[in-house]
């Protein structure tokens, strides 16, 4: 009996659609995919639909009450939703660093005076994160094929600054550099740290974060500490993690 393939709708919100690009370069990856998935809907691909989705993958965050709408119609005909990206996860704060935000007025065509940017969750349900500044396009394939097999995805658990000691790379704190890898989940293979560039969050906070520490550490290796950490530290307290 022939497996029924999955179908997949690729979403994006207020994005750069760099998440997107990141799928696409799987090639011939994403190609071995098609025997078990079908994309359903897709803008970039120049695909539309109106049918039921199994997955819905949806890039970018949420910046005006049109794009709550549009991702609420998503929502109801999806059966699983993945939120892409640090927009879609964060509301892209990990990446700007700016927990405060809540939205600003504007006079934007078309006709929009309220902008903001939130993630997806605070409108709808989502099952799944995949997150960075882009995805890393191995952990989009280990989540579709988890999909494919009815099993759960999980996130992981450890930090970027694990991935560094599994990898045996230098510690740029030691350095001096405000890396945030000990406070950032893990899941990216540490892969600006390995070229010499500090971690800037983009995957969000893992689990086990602890802020205060992280503060202290910058403070006794001579490290001016950022003044978003404070602002995190804040948020975090809140318990509006992400």
Same mark, same amino acid.
């Given at each position: ?39 359903? +809907?897709? *803008? ?9 989705? $199994?997955? !819905?993958?949806?890039? =970018?965050?949420? %910046? ?8 609420? +119609?998503? *929502? ?9 990206? $640090?927009? !879609?996860?964060?509301? =892209?704060?990990? %990446? ?21 940017? $939130? ?124």
């Amino acid at each position: 009996m022939e497996r029924r393939k999955l179908k997949i709708g690729l979403f994006c919100l207020s994005s750069c659609e760099g998440c997107m690009v990141e799928i696409l370069n799987l090639e011939d990856k994403l190609l071995d995919l098609f025997e078990y998935i079908d994309i359903a +809907e897709s *803008r970039i691909l120049g695909i539309r639909t109106e049918e039921h989705l $199994d997955v !819905a993958f949806i890039e =970018g965050c949420v %910046m005006s009450d049109e794009e709550a709408e549009k991702l609420s +119609e998503i *929502r109801n005909r999806s059966k699983i939703v993945v939120a892409l990206g $640090d927009c !879609a996860c964060s509301g =892209g704060k990990f %990446m700007f660093k700016d927990f405060a935000f809540k939205g600003t007025k504007l006079d934007l065509p078309p006709s929009r005076k309220n902008v903001k940017a $939130d993630p997806i969750d605070k409108y709808v349900s989502v099952e799944y994160y995949l997150r960075g500044c882009p995805i890393n396009n191995e952990e989009f394939l280990e989540l579709v094929n988890n999909i494919i097999l009815s099993k759960i995805f999980r996130e992981k658990t450890y930090s970027v600054c694990a991935e560094c000691i599994l990898y045996e790379k230098d510690c740029l704190i030691d350095k001096g550099y405000p890396c945030l890898g000990p406070i950032t989940m893990g899941g990216c293979n540490a892969i600006c740290p390995a070229n010499g560039k500090y971690c800037y969050g983009c995957r969000g906070l893992y689990e086990d974060a602890n802020i205060e520490s992280l503060i202290e550490i910058f403070r006794e290796k001579g490290i001016e500490v950022p003044k978003f950490l404070f602002e995190l530290k804040e948020v975090v307290v809140g318990g509006e993690k992400k």
